[in-house]
């Protein structure tokens, strides 16, 4: 039996016996060259970034092209740093599921440090503000959800927290934005040292959401005088800060108990899932499929690691946004949400079960194919319909990836507008088509309002997905039941028009009543939901 914490130098036989690849280095010694040097800063600890930054860090650290390990900043969860980080010495197991049912194992150890960091932690405040003030320090990336970065309400308002950020300057921020900034203007107070701060978290222009909520907190706090004018000058200098868009994509479900098993049968000690009070679900060890993709806008103003010799794609930022287009809005997120939103109502706990029902399969075919890939810009660097062939043939049917609807559907309102709005405006903005023409995404909209009921196709209750617009949108649908006759549009009316949620008011233009009439076939009864998706492949799709 081997562990995390165990000398991996000293029994590389016996990790070898439990079929796990090893670092070609010392952790120990490029911990210390860590501490005095910092070269990158990870913020969100989570299972994306131990799979897939840490393992981009682990290659670069075995051909010696990286010379300090990534030093994780944890904002939101500090069980995960103490129950996970610091009780495994800040190694992983990452576990590559691949499509032929085998596992591929390798010890992760570029982790150099990780911190808590919240405002609470006074020790770990102090040691990453001490970290950003470092010039050696070359980028910061960022994998902490869309709702990370938020700081309005639904109807655009400052949020209280974000008020109160404002309010009380750099030394007591409470938002994840207001911590980041009082760390950059730590770093220009001291010597003004450039960086990149990288978002590569999962919507489109994130570096651009990035930059803007960072400028909404300083610029309120030079509005107030609460920090020196010079910081906006700085933050604003192209040679000093960047905001660097990116395209990531790596399926990285939460740590599924069959992986757990497999482990424990190949004589691996840290096999076990721990929940956290915050319910985050994380283990010493992280699941995640073969296929991945990560693309950069290179525009580094203190230099970088060379990522490229790690798999990243390093480019211009058109080409990133174009990238990320066919991504997020077109060519796989859209087809995930639409499978989250109906697993669920269908009864499904695997997303490989859904692709197996042959309506859902070409639900998702009519999506990508029919409605989405005709006004996706092609990136060049990735072919749009290979991607879509990859993942209806390869990556989403694989059944050793445990991912869940359950999953997917967390915080669906914050990714609607990005996932199916993008493609409603393409249309919209171009006079050879007519958004009325859509029948697919109409589907899966009226879909998601069908999923806000918490009732399933058979007409039992079931929990919703984590969703911070669940309170205010819930009691719309609440009272609905099952094979009644409703006043539809009296109760969709106020979700249909939201354009923050859907990036245009539906009904302004034209799909409002389309939504309506999906969503009153889905209501008339058991089974409904099911048989409306049947009915309007029979009828519109080509798939």
């Not at 591929?104 to 006074?122: P, Q, T, W």
């Not at 740590?255 to 915050?278: C, M, N, R, W």
């Not at 810009?377 to 072919?383: G, R, V």
Request: proline share 5%; glycine share 6%; hydrophobic share 40%.
């Amino acid at each position: 039996m081997v562990k995390l914490t165990d000398d991996y130098l000293q029994k590389a036989a016996e990790f070898a016996d439990s079929g796990i690849r090893l670092p070609k280095y010392d952790q120990s010694a490029v911990v210390e060259k860590t501490k005095e040097n910092p070269v990158w800063v990870h913020f969100g600890g989570g299972n994306l970034f131990r799979c897939f930054h840490a393992d981009i860090a682990q290659q670069l650290l075995n051909q010696g092209k990286l010379a300090s390990e990534v030093i994780v900043a944890e904002t939101y969860d500090d069980q995960v740093i103490d129950d996970i980080y610091h009780a495994y010495n800040n190694r992983i197991l990452s576990v590559t599921m691949k499509s032929d049912g085998s596992f591929a194992k390798e010890l992760i150890a570029s982790v150099g440090a990780s911190i808590y960091f919240n405002r609470s932690n006074k020790q770990g405040w102090q040691n990453l503000t001490n970290i950003f003030e470092n010039p050696s320090l070359q980028l910061a990336t960022f994998s902490i959800t869309e709702k990370g970065y938020s700081l309005t309400d639904i109807n655009g308002n400052l949020t209280a927290a974000a008020q109160s950020d404002i309010k009380n300057g750099p030394d007591n921020p409470a938002t994840n934005m207001g911590a980041v900034a009082h760390l950059l203007y730590a770093r220009y107070l001291r010597n003004q040292a450039p960086i990149a701060m990288v978002s590569t978290d999962n919507f489109s222009q994130n570096g651009a959401k990035l930059e803007a909520a960072i400028m909404t907190i300083a610029n309120g706090w030079t509005a107030k005088r609460l920090v020196e004018p010079g910081f906006i000058d700085y933050l604003k200098d192209r040679q000093k800060v960047t905001f660097p868009w990116s395209m990531i994509d790596r399926i990285t479900p939460n740590p599924a108990e069959s992986v757990a098993q497999k482990l424990q049968e190949d004589g691996f000690e840290d096999y076990q899932i721990v929940h956290t009070d915050k319910h985050t679900n994380i283990a010493p060890f992280g699941n995640t499929e073969e296929t991945h993709y990560l693309v950069i806008e290179d525009d580094f103003p203190n230099g970088r690691p060379p990522l490229e010799d790690a798999g990243v794609l390093l480019t211009d930022r058109q080409t990133v946004n174009d990238a990320d287009q066919m991504k997020v809005t077109a060519c796989l997120n859209p087809l995930h949400t639409a499978l989250a939103i109906f697993g669920n109502l269908l009864g499904y706990q695997s997303i490989s079960a859904e692709v197996e029902n042959s309506d859902l399969l070409a639900l998702i075919k009519n999506l990508g194919y029919q409605e989405d890939l005709p006004v996706v810009k092609d990136p060049k660097i990735i072919n749009p319909k290979d991607f879509i062939d990859q993942l209806v043939n390869k990556r989403l049917p694989n059944k050793n990836i445990p991912d869940t609807p359950q999953r997917i559907a967390s915080d669906t309102s914050q990714k609607i507008s990005i996932r199916y709005g993008v493609t409603i405006q393409s249309y919209l903005d171009d006079p050879q088509r007519n958004v009325e023409d859509l029948e697919f995404i109409p589907l899966i909209l009226a879909g998601w309002c069908r999923y806000l009921m918490g009732i399933d196709d058979q007409g039992q209750a079931f929990t919703l997905s984590p969703d911070p617009m669940l309170d205010q949108l819930q009691p719309a649908v609440a009272d609905i039941k099952l094979g009644s006759t409703v006043d539809v549009h009296q109760h969709l009316q106020t979700i249909l028009s939201n354009a923050k949620i859907f990036g245009n008011d539906l009904y302004a233009i034209g799909l409002g009543k389309k939504v309506e009439q999906f969503f009153a076939q889905m209501i008339t009864g058991k089974n409904a939901v099911a048989q409306t998706i049947k009915k309007t492949i029979s009828q519109k799709g080509n798939y």
